[in-house]
């Protein structure tokens, strides 16, 4: 990734910072113990391995597990977010390929759109959402780089800031206790769906 040195940028090269940052943040994960740190690693891009194992105050280096994982950033959504679709509202983590929700086209009009592809991505523990409150009532939870219907991430929103037409009264960080983060990408030109009644992009449009 090639991005000029400069004071300010666009929200979609900040979007392209974030991912960036969590692939520096979730990398290696160091615990510290009474007699070393426990590592957590991650190596490789899409197919990768997955190493767990422990360092001593010696340098010496204990590996003792190691598995094949696809590994990508968490900027999903959360467990439990509700999908608006034309049989009802279904959690994230229910939908398949082939089911079908409902998105806009470029016009803006609602359309039934099939899903073409789902997500399931680890996060690494512990893990933080952004939660996000309107002024309308409506809230949705998602990883921080999650992308909305205009191409910022959710943890950019302030309060004041208007989210899909409504103000934002409150923002916070919340514990995410769950070992997934889910998303899907519908077939219609914009990528775009209802979450928790809150219009956002998918995180798997080309």
């Known amino acids: 990734m090639k991005i000029a040195d400069k004071t300010d940028y666009p929200d979609s090269e900040k979007l392209l910072i974030y991912k960036e940052y969590k692939k520096l943040t979730y ?61 009802g509202q279904i ?3 229910r939908l398949v390929k082939g089911m079908t929700v409902w998105s806009l086209d470029r016009s803006g009009k609602r359309i039934a759109s099939m899903i073409t592809k789902t997500a399931a991505t680890p996060v690494p523990l512990p893990f933080r959402a952004v939660r996000i ?42 514990n995410y206790e769950s070992a997934m983060t889910f998303d899907f990408l519908p077939d219609s030109t914009t990528g775009l769906y209802w979450a928790d009644k809150i219009i956002l ?6």
């Open 27 to 87: 990398g290696v994960q160091m615990t510290a113990g009474d007699n070393g740190y426990r590592f957590d690693l991650r190596t490789g891009n899409g197919q990768g391995q997955h190493i767990i194992g422990s360092i001593n105050f010696s340098g010496t280096i204990t590996e003792t597990k190691r598995e094949a994982i696809v590994n990508s950033c968490p900027i999903c959504l959360t467990a439990g977010t509700l999908i608006d679709t034309p049989a």
């Open 91 to 93: 959690p994230v983590e």
């Open 133 to 174: 409150e309107l002024n309308d009532g409506r809230s949705v939870t998602a990883s921080p780089g999650h992308p909305t219907a205009e191409g910022r991430a959710i943890v950019d929103y302030q309060v004041g800031d208007l989210l899909d037409g409504a103000q934002v009264v409150k923002t916070e960080f919340i």
């Open 201 to 206: 992009e998918s995180t798997l449009k080309p």
